[in-house]
């Protein structure tokens, strides 16, 4: 009979035997579950003492079906980060920068006699924070460092990236895949979101209509991140961002991905599910303090499309995502995972009190991100 507890060392002994696969020096020690990402199944992995030990990852294949092409990008990007930090004297690229550890076999991920796929990184110490900077200068590391990322990526040698998700945050795709849910309307929500249908069709002819004309006139496209989640960057002990992690969506993309969605997370003052939408506001001392450390890195980088675009992008950005909670509300709620019933469409409804906050503060932003821009104090 299996008893939790057999199951447990079960489960131990299983992912132990995953770890040995992999080039770690040392006998894995111990394996646990770790941290608070919502798309993989990640581990820290304790190795003897001495050993930093590592991160074990069970890749979601449901969201990255191409584990090898995913990985590939990985690689690249990691390497050529690492090469970049390696000129930067008192750098540390073994903090700076995930490291992939490779299996025995010197692939860069593992499969196991279920047909799961595993990958592994080095463990890098960090003091753990919430989903939300908690001071000022969080804030402003946080802004570094994605913007020090954008900078390291920027001569990254061909041939392009692989697109993990396919045009993951582009508003005429997320557009047409909300017309389809609302059309179908299959468990019959449609009525109960009905404000939330409104708010976004009012919205979506500024939205499509904005980011084509800022691609006809020449946006660039870059090395992105696109999840550019507080909680994607550790801090050392003392509060400097140290490093960026959650490579699986760095692809071709426009800086107003990376900007427009480091906004809307990091500088919300609620939860993002909070079920009160009077509570999400435009926290300004994030957003300032963010755009005071990511211009401060980006200076001479970003062209003057692009900086004329920032604060367009975070209303952007809080509307993509606030559509994807919606139409996966009306679809029956098979992307994100839901606690409670409605789940979704009160993450929707924070999302846009977020972004009808910041239309109420558009000018006040502007003048913030045009004074950095000009290398003026705020
Ligand atoms: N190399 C690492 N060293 C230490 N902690 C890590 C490392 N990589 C990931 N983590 C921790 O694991 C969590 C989940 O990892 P992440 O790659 O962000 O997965 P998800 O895509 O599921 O969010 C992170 O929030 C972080 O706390
Ligand atoms: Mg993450």
């Known amino acids: ?6 199951k447990n060392a079960a489960d131990k002994h299983r992912l132990t035997g995953i770890a040995a696969g992999f080039a770690n020096s040392g006998a894995p020690v111990d394996v646990q579950i770790y941290g608070a990402g ?6 820290r992995v304790q190795g003897e003492k001495g050993n930093p030990g590592c991160i074990l990852q069970r890749i979601n294949r449901r969201i990255f079906p191409d584990v090898p092409r995913l990985m590939e990008n990985i690689v690249r990007v990691t390497e050529h980060m690492r090469q970049r930090l390696a000129a930067v004297t008192g750098s540390e690229p073994d903090r700076e920068v995930l490291t992939v550890i490779p299996t025995r076999s010197g692939k860069s991920h593992l499969i196991d006699d279920e047909g799961e796929c595993w990958r592994c990184f080095r463990f890098i110490e960090h003091r753990e924070l ?21 900078n390291m990526l920027a001569d990254l040698p061909a041939p392009p990236l692989h697109e993990t998700i396919p045009r993951f945050h582009d508003v005429e795709r997320r557009l047409a895949d909300f ?16 404000a939330e249908v409104a708010f976004s069709s009012e919205r979506a002819e500024e939205m499509q209509g904005t980011m084509a004309e800022a691609r006809t006139s020449g946006l660039p496209w870059r090395v992105t991140h696109n999840d550019t989640k507080f909680n994607n960057i550790l801090f050392d002990a003392r509060g400097r961002g140290l490093c960026v992690i959650d490579l699986d969506t760095v692809m071709p993309g426009h800086v107003l991905y990376d900007f427009g969605d480091a906004i809307r997370s990091a500088a919300n003052s609620a939860r993002e599910d909070d079920p009160d939408p009077q509570r999400s506001r435009i926290d300004m001392a994030v957003f300032r303090n963010f755009c005071a450390g990511y211009l401060g890195e980006l200076e001479g980088r970003l062209t003057p499309l692009e900086t004329v675009h920032l604060v367009f992008a975070a209303r952007l950005m809080t509307f993509v995502i606030g559509l994807r909670f919606l139409t996966d509300y009306l679809d029956g709620d098979h992307y994100f995972k839901v606690r409670r019933p409605g789940h979704n469409l009160q993450r929707a409804r924070a999302q846009f009190a977020l972004l009808a906050d910041m239309e109420r503060r558009s000018a006040e932003m502007e003048t913030i991100v045009s004074r950095l821009a000009a290398g003026k104090p705020v």
């Open 130 to 150: 919430g989903a939300r900077p908690g001071t000022p200068g969080q804030a402003r590391e946080a802004g570094r460092l994605y913007g020090r990322f954008l």
């Open 179 to 194: 017309q389809l849910a609302l059309a179908a309307d299959p468990l019959r929500r449609r009525a109960a979101a009905a």
């Open 38 to 43: 919502h798309i993989h199944e990640t581990f």
């Open 1 to 6: 009979m299996t008893t939790p507890n057999s």
